[in-house]
């Protein structure tokens, strides 16, 4: 039930410009209100605190925008409670860097778990063996810590005129995340994720080509973007079931601007699979380790993953 990271850096990014261009060397904040609901089902409130503060500020157009952006965030969904903090440089106009952290717990229902150890229900079955999941409410804590490097490119900035806002960001980041109940090698869930999750390192990379509509009086901005997750856990016997392949997804964003203050984006996703042969894909019912890797028309497979949406509100 993550946020997608795209919008909201993507958000803040239009922010930071904007402010940059009205008043040089000024602190600025916003506050923002946001609500992401999917097809899955999912469902998460988010509020954020951010503070940009010029700094190393030049005259030059690469660097008259220089800054440092805090953010403090809460979420909530119906399975989970976080906070969340991120620092963001930008040493350039074209390239950020940032790193930051959060920490939370949930509780698990039955429109969801929230937290808990993925384990096979009993150990001595056949395979595949049915999974449950081992936990209480605010049984653990999880949190994750990430450092990243942004690299982004408007078109319109080298070329001016209406027509030329063709929009690309790279965002190439490792993150490590820990559930504190979970032993090493065990899996765990969050926010009724796939149940994949171990305590380690994670590789993540995202690649956003979009385009700003000039005239449009309602959707402002379109895009793709591909996002890879890349596991770096090395479970030993992982290649049996395909840790190693992580997975991909992609999606189509449409970004409408209401007001100055209310904006909400549309996600059409579809993401990889890892080819399990006859076996459902994704089937959250057994135990994932005990489904092979199938090589017969290829290990992966493209399939629909989710539709959302995001709503964001100024709050000032």
Do not use: C
């Amino acid at each position: 039930m993550r946020l997608f990271k795209f919008f909201a850096v993507f958000l803040l990014l239009s922010a930071v410009t904007a402010w940059a261009q009205d008043e040089k060397g000024a602190i600025k904040t916003s506050t923002d209100l946001s609500l992401q609901i999917s097809s899955l089902p999912e469902a998460k409130l988010s509020l954020s605190q951010s503070f940009v503060f010029p700094f190393l500020q030049g005259s030059g157009p690469l660097t008259s925008g220089n800054n440092i952006a805090a953010v403090l965030g809460a979420e909530f969904s119906p399975v989970s409670l976080n906070g969340k903090a991120e620092i963001i440089w930008t040493p350039a106009a074209f390239f950020l860097l940032s790193g930051g952290g959060m920490a939370g717990s949930g509780w698990n229902m039955a429109l969801g778990n929230g937290i808990g150890i993925n384990k096979p229900e009993n150990e001595s079955d056949p395979l595949p063996r049915k999974a449950i999941i081992d936990g209480t409410a605010f049984d653990g804590l999880l949190w994750r810590a990430w450092g990243a490097g942004t690299v982004q490119f408007d078109l319109g900035a080298v070329i001016p005129g209406d027509w030329n806002h063709v929009l690309f960001q790279s965002r190439q980041e490792l993150r490590y995340a820990a559930y504190s109940r979970a032993k090493p090698g065990e899996a765990w869930v969050f926010e009724a994720d796939s149940g994949e999750n171990q305590n380690g390192l994670v590789y993540y990379g995202s690649y956003v080509i979009g385009y700003q509509m000039p005239q449009s009086p309602v959707l402002d901005t379109v895009a793709f973007m591909a996002e890879q997750e890349m596991p770096l856990y090395n479970t030993p016997g992982g290649e049996y079931w395909g840790e190693n392949l992580g997975k991909w997804t992609f999606s189509g964003l449409f970004n409408f601007s209401f007001t100055s203050r209310f904006s909400t984006a549309l996600v059409i996703q579809m993401q990889t699979r890892r080819n399990h042969g006859s076996s459902n894909f994704n089937n959250k019912e057994y135990y994932y380790r005990d489904f092979e890797l199938k090589d017969d028309g290829g290990q992966q497979r493209l399939l629909f993953y989710r539709a959302a949406l995001l709503f964001n509100y100024k709050i000032r």
